[in-house]
């Protein structure tokens, strides 16, 4: 829990790690490149490249092979991460959207959730956000989804 505590102070405060990604660039890319069908068909994170796309509402989604396309085409909502790609932990304890590390992720009940994993700021003291997760699980989805509606509309300050 103080680990908890101590990621929100400091990714609250005063900003976060340069190696975490916004959900979806400045460039319209959503996950930094990375092919939303392949955390569900191989567990892992696989990048896609901008000749295999698809775009849905303004946001590109790149793939790594025309059948993850094609999937991803028939059903998008089957495969888009929970809370708009935002930290599922930090959605859930903060009631904020923190940004993420796209190859930290978890699927559990078929849904996405991605994770901020990298350097704390100030003390750049390494800090996975799947790591207290995982041992609350149940909970914090609950906590999240409960809290999504209301911070889904809210901008993040991006420092």
């Known amino acids: 829990m103080k680990r908890i505590l101590f990621f929100f102070l400091l990714t609250t405060s005063f900003g976060i790690s340069s190696a975490q990604i916004e959900p979806v660039g400045k460039d319209k890319v959503a996950l930094g490149g990375y092919d939303v069908v392949s955390y569900f068909k191989s567990n892992k994170a696989i990048?896609?490249?901008?000749?295999?796309?698809?775009?849905?509402?303004?946001?590109?989604?790149?793939?790594?092979?025309?059948?993850?396309?094609?999937?991803?085409?028939?059903?998008?909502?089957?495969?888009?991460?929970?809370?708009?790609?935002?930290?599922?932990?930090?959605?859930?304890?903060?009631?904020?959207?923190?940004?993420?590390?796209p190859t930290c992720f978890k699927i559990t009940d078929g849904k996405l959730?991605?994770?901020?994993?990298?350097?704390?700021p100030l003390v750049r003291e390494k800090f996975n956000s799947l790591e207290p997760w995982v041992k609350d699980e149940a909970n914090l989805i609950r906590t999240a989804d409960t809290n999504w509606p209301k911070v889904k509309g809210v901008k993040r300050l991006v420092k």
Not at 78 to 101: E, F, M, R, S
Not at 113 to 120: D, I, T, V
């Open 113 to 120: 959730y991605l994770f901020f994993n990298g350097s704390l």
């Open 47 to 101: 990048k896609g490249t901008p000749e295999i796309s698809k775009v849905l509402d303004g946001v590109s989604y790149y793939f790594s092979s025309p059948g993850n396309r094609d999937l991803f085409s028939r059903d998008p909502k089957l495969y888009l991460p929970q809370y708009d790609g935002y930290c599922a932990l930090a959605i859930a304890t903060q009631k904020k959207k923190v940004t993420i590390n």
